[in-house]
T-cell receptor
Framework: GQQVMQIPQYQHVQEGEDFTTYCNSS?????IQWYKQRPGGHPVFLIQ?????EVKKQKRLTFQFGEAKKNSSLHITATQTTDVGTYFC????????????FGTGTLLAVQP | DVKVTQSSRYLVKRTGEKVFLECVQD?????MFWYRQDPGLGLRLIYF???????EKGDIPEGYSVSREKKERFSLILESASTNQTSMYLC?????????????FGQGTRLTVV
């Protein structure tokens, strides 16, 4: 079946450093979503990318969708302690339905 | 305020018990999902439902079944609980559309099977 992998699995940074997580799919995706899960919380939707090569920004967060629509990245500039959590990408599971397959996630720890 | 509510935050069950996890959403969403979350493995899809009485298997359906008799409610059933089903279970819902739409999650149920 379809697989969505993320690297790294874990990243520890000093506050103010940049952070990037990468998402790779075994199949071409029609769209990709990103979610953030705070410690002890549930995943919360951040953004959806649809077009090949699309780049979207939310304040210090930059999201990219690869040209081949098989990979994506999330970059955080100048991390803050509020960025702590697990970041997941998610893509459609194939077929005509809205099945949603999540990646393995990247846990971000930020040291003040 | 949109809401997905899971019936229990924490649950402890014995091996061999039949376990019901309930999820209710108040957003009139067609799609509902059950995932389990384990460290290092991300969110793995157990079952997906796109309409009342309609379901699709996810990546790890073995040992689980589901029920969707009403649009707002999606139940996950562990037919005979085993210790390897100890995990965090997350329910989610979304609107049905041609592309994916934002999924809203419940607070999760941490199930321990002893």
């Amino acid at each position: 079946g379809q697989q969505v992998m993320q690297i790294p699995q874990y990243q520890h940074v000093q506050e103010g450093e940049d952070f990037t997580t990468y998402c790779n799919s075994s199949t071409t995706l029609s769209n990709i979503q990103w979610y953030k899960q705070r410690p002890g919380g549930h995943p919360v939707f951040l953004i959806q990318l649809v077009k090949s090569g699309e780049v979207k920004k939310q304040k210090r967060l930059t999201f990219q969708f690869g040209e081949a629509k098989k990979n994506s990245s999330l970059h955080i500039t100048a991390t803050q302690t509020t960025d702590v959590g697990t970041y997941f990408c998610a893509g459609p599971g194939g077929g005509a339905t809205n099945k949603l397959i999540f990646g393995t996630g990247t846990l971000l720890a930020v040291q003040p | 305020d949109v809401k997905v509510t899971q019936s229990s935050r924490y649950l402890v069950k014995r091996t061999g018990e039949k376990v019901f996890l309930e999820c209710v959403q108040d957003m009139d969403h067609e799609n509902m999902f059950w995932y389990r979350q384990d460290p290092g493995l991300g969110l793995r899809l157990i079952y997906f439902s796109y309409d009342v009485k309609m379901k699709e298997k996810g990546d790890i359906p073995e040992g689980y079944s589901v029920s969707r008799e009403k649009k707002e409610r999606f139940s996950l059933i562990l037919e005979s609980a085993s210790t390897n089903q100890t995990s965090m279970y997350l329910c989610a819902s979304s609107f049905r559309s041609w592309g994916n739409t934002e999924a809203f999650f419940g607070q999760g149920t941490r199930l321990t099977v002893v």
